[in-house]
């Protein structure tokens, strides 16, 4: 202890006797009832420790000590068919507690725990196993998305129409009913750098039924289709049963769950993102994420406002405002109209930062200050302020990337940006997970066949899980720990597409919308934040019936694991990785159709 000038303080021996026997006293009475918490714990499912040392003081021993976990075995019941397409974390049900300003209720607002489900979400009445690639693109059946509204409500527009036991998919869109092939042709007309590969990686805002990004599918660019869950009853299922790339979301207060300087090309076709309203704020949020030299496409309002604005409900005065309000917007961000022709405009990101170093300090919005973080993007509040990127990763510019598919063995420049990381990392990983993935391929023959279609990797570093499955009938979300290293943007430089997510919540998707979902140790890494039980619950919701689960894990993990699963009707096998170490297991899960 020390005076507040600094001295210490020599404390008497009597004095530090009772100090020492207080402290005891409080330590031992800290004990007692941390152990008494342990013991009564209400949760069916708590986790026991067993080993060879009969350690039965209740104290959680060092890993290493441990033989492995066991839990008490659980028969999760199914839920009730209200809640066929529960998502809990974006709930209509929940709604009426936030306010409607900028949308806020349409954002994530995850249930506290006291109100998480502990049940099997069921599928729909008449649920049947969906249509494979690429026939699916094209139809699914009625009976696993049951919603009505699109069909009705768009059906002049061509987004789908109901025949008889299917949905049919045309590939129409408000902004081209004609055909979202003929639309894609005229973009590559304007954008050429579609054609050569320079272009990898899209954002859909807005996306409808995702026909624009399953067209591009086709052309070697791989898009994530963005839609909140509004009025547009089930458009994310509606893509995700279709077997393309689709997740729940909305640019209302919070960034978007990915990286700066990520995505080749961003898309919003009369997607009603009022985009220079509140500051320019939900453009500021497009400008982060979009790569330095990539595309903003728009189309609808106001582009070609001279010609359309008779069916907008305005005025030619109006449309003629909000044009010339969104060109100063974007240029004031340091993009430039690329190319433009009738209903489509095409803007740039500056190539380089030659343009913010020229901007005017008083300028607005002003460009953001050392505080910000621009690769943060799990549930942090939007500002309006210009992201610069940053001058040292001059080669993540979209000009001086090596174009796909290339690009997916390159090392990306911000590797360097990961501690620990480096070029010769990133070769290793992708060496061990071409071994992995052979492996992975003789335990489950389907991996790599039209029987799966939309997988997961639910805790990936650099994507090499994906790189190892790209020549394959399938695409890959990869999803990296919001608490973790953050990878994500060498996820995104390799071409492939992600997510940050923390699994100590629901994912944003619909049940039902993933054939395989896989992790490595992921419950080895956050076992200490989230309960085990909840994530495979979240697991079992995600996968469709039928699907299947690559668990790799630490062998102290494996038996709870397998004694949950089958609490949830899940047929787990044990199987050794390809190494046979006995540190390490692999446990292959099939969730079955309870009806």
């Not at 196993?129 to 768009?154: A, G, H, L, Q």
């Not at 500002?383 to 063995?409: D, F, G, I, N, Q």
């Not at 699907?547 to 993990?557: L, M, N």
């Amino acid at each position: 202890m020390k005076h507040k000038d600094g001295k210490p303080i020599n404390l008497p021996n009597k004095n530090r006797k009772v100090t020492l026997a207080i402290t005891a006293i409080v330590l031992c009475g800290l004990s007692f009832y941390l152990g008494g918490m342990q013991c009564n714990t209400k949760n069916d499912g708590v986790v026991t420790n067993t080993n060879d040392n009969d350690n039965d003081n209740g104290i959680d021993l060092p890993k290493q000590n441990l033989g492995s976990l066991q839990v008490r075995p659980i028969n999760f019941p199914e839920c009730s068919i209200d809640l066929q397409d529960y998502t809990p974390c974006t709930d209509p049900r929940r709604w009426r507690k936030y306010g409607t300003y900028r949308l806020t209720l349409l954002e994530r607002h995850c249930p506290p725990l006291s109100e998480r489900k502990e049940c099997l979400v069921p599928s729909p009445d008449g649920y049947k196993p969906p249509i494979r690639w690429p026939k699916s693109r094209d139809e699914c059946w009625y009976r696993n998305v049951p919603y009505d509204w699109i069909n009705n409500e768009k059906s002049n527009q061509h987004w789908l129409r109901k025949e008889g036991e299917k949905f049919l998919f045309p590939g129409g869109g408000t902004m081209f009913p004609n055909g979202v092939g003929e639309y894609v042709d005229l973009m590559q007309d304007l954008i050429p750098e579609m054609r050569d590969g320079t272009v990898r990686t899209a954002i859909d805002t807005g996306c409808g039924v995702a026909s624009w990004g399953g067209d591009l599918l086709d052309r070697g660019i791989l898009t994530v289709s963005l839609a909140p869950r509004d009025n547009h009853e089930a458009q994310v299922q509606f893509a995700l049963e279709r077997g393309i790339p689709a997740m729940l979301g909305v640019i209302s207060t919070q960034r978007l769950p990915y990286p700066s300087n990520s995505f080749d090309m961003a898309h919003c076709s009369r997607c009603l993102i009022p985009w220079t309203e509140f500051g320019g704020i939900y453009l500021l949020e497009i400008h982060r994420i979009l790569r330095p030299g990539g595309f903003w496409i728009l189309s609808g309002p106001p582009v070609n406002y001279e010609r359309r604005w008779r069916g907008w409900n305005t005025t030619v005065q109006e449309q003629r405002s909000d044009y010339e309000k969104l060109q100063d917007l974007l240029t004031s961000m340091c993009f430039k109209l690329y190319n433009k022709k009738d209903d489509i405009a095409v803007w740039q990101k500056s190539k380089d930062n030659n343009c913010y170093d020229k901007l005017p300090s008083e300028t607005y919005p002003p460009k953001c200050d050392d505080s910000f973080e621009p690769d943060d993007g799990w549930y942090i509040p939007l500002r309006t302020c210009v992201v610069v990127p940053e001058s040292k990763y001059k080669r993540s510019a979209l000009t001086y990337m090596s174009k796909w598919p290339e690009r997916l063995h390159a090392t990306p420049e911000r590797i360097a940006a990961i501690h620990g990381a480096s070029a010769s990392t990133f070769t290793h990983d992708n060496s061990k997970w071409k071994k992995r993935v052979q492996h992975y391929k003789k335990l489950f023959p389907e991996l790599g066949t039209e029987k799966v279609r939309n997988v997961m990797d639910m805790n990936t570093l650099y994507g090499g899980f994906a790189a190892s499955l790209v020549d394959d009938p399938l695409w890959v979300m990869n999803v990296v720990s919001a608490y973790g290293t953050n990878s994500l943007p060498v996820v995104y430089d390799r071409g492939l597409i992600g997510t940050y997510h923390d699994w100590c919540e629901a994912f944003s998707t619909y049940p039902r919308t993933y054939d395989l979902l896989h992790l490595d140790a992921l419950f080895t890494d956050e076992s200490h934040r989230c309960e085990m039980k909840y994530v495979l619950l979240e697991m079992d919701r995600i996968l469709r019936p039928g699907g299947h689960a690559i668990i790799r894990e630490s062998t102290y993990f494996i038996d709870a694991i397998a004694t949950i699963g089958k609490g949830m009707k899940w047929a787990c096998r044990k199987e050794n990785t390809e190494y046979g170490v006995e540190k390490e297991r692999i446990l292959i899960c099939q969730k079955k159709l309870l009806h």
